[in-house]
């Protein structure tokens, strides 16, 4: 069955510390990525996709992440973390059925 | 453009009552999503619509259902209301669906007492 996991519940960096936040995946073929980024009492936002192509991916807010199949893994980094990063962030598959599935997602706290 | 508008924002209900909650999608989008939030869970697909049709439904019970209209905006009901149904509901829009970046609207947070 497909699905999105997101090992990490929460985690905790110091404003400027690099971040990276860790999804695996299950599917069949090759899947559409998504990383998506929900604020408080907000809506998410995408902040980057992986179709095909370059597997290190560019998004917004200086967000990266990198296309790993032979791990099915697809990790989103950020080199200096801000304390308005403090969101939650969910990784997602879209799987070709009209449907995009999404992990737990992980909490990310930013410290001063 | 205006962004997905979901209303109402905040409802309370009671156990065994119905709710009804509305999406309105980015002008040009025909796919609506629906999605359940809860803590913990993450986002639980509920169902997907394009030109009012259902073309794909989540692992939800019969009580959760949706429609939605010839100018593609949506509805989610959800009759008999449990305790369990507590939740953020949010609305993703796009245009064709499928593989496709999604826009959410704010969502709809529903709390059953």
């Known amino acids: 069955a497909q699905s999105v996991t997101q090992p990490d519940i929460h985690i905790t960096v110091s404003e400027g510390a690099s971040l990276e936040l860790r999804c695996n995946y299950s599917?069949?073929?090759?899947?559409?990525l998504f990383w998506y980024v929900q604020s408080p009492g907000q809506g998410l936002q995408l902040l980057l996709k992986y179709f095909s192509g370059d597997t290190l991916v560019q998004g917004i807010k200086g967000f990266e992440a990198e296309f790993k199949r032979s791990q099915s893994s697809f990790n989103l980094r950020k080199p200096s973390v801000h304390w308005s990063d403090a969101a939650e962030y969910f990784c997602a598959v879209g799987t070709g059925g009209f449907k995009t599935i999404f992990g737990a997602g992980t909490r990310l706290f930013v410290k001063a | 453009k205006a962004g997905v508008t979901q209303t109402p924002r905040y409802l309370i209900k009671t156990r065994g009552q119905q709710v009804t909650l509305s999406c309105s999608p980015i002008?040009?989008?025909?796919?609506v999503s629906w999605y359940q939030q809860t803590p913990g869970q993450g986002l639980q697909f509920l169902f997907e619509?394009?030109?009012?049709?259902?073309?794909n439904k989540g692992n939800f019970p019969g009580r959760f259902s949706g429609r939605q209209f010839s100018n593609s905006r949506s509805e989610m009901n959800v009759s008999t209301l449990e305790l369990g149904d507590s939740a953020l509901y949010l609305c993703?829009?796009?245009?064709?669906?499928?593989?496709?970046?999604?826009?959410f609207g704010e969502g709809s947070r529903l709390t059953v007492l």
């Open positions: 619509y394009f030109s009012e049709t259902q073309r």
């Open positions: 599917y069949g073929a090759t899947p559409y």
């Open positions: 993703a829009t796009t245009e064709e669906g499928d593989t496709g970046e999604l826009f």
């Open positions: 002008s040009g989008h025909r796919s």
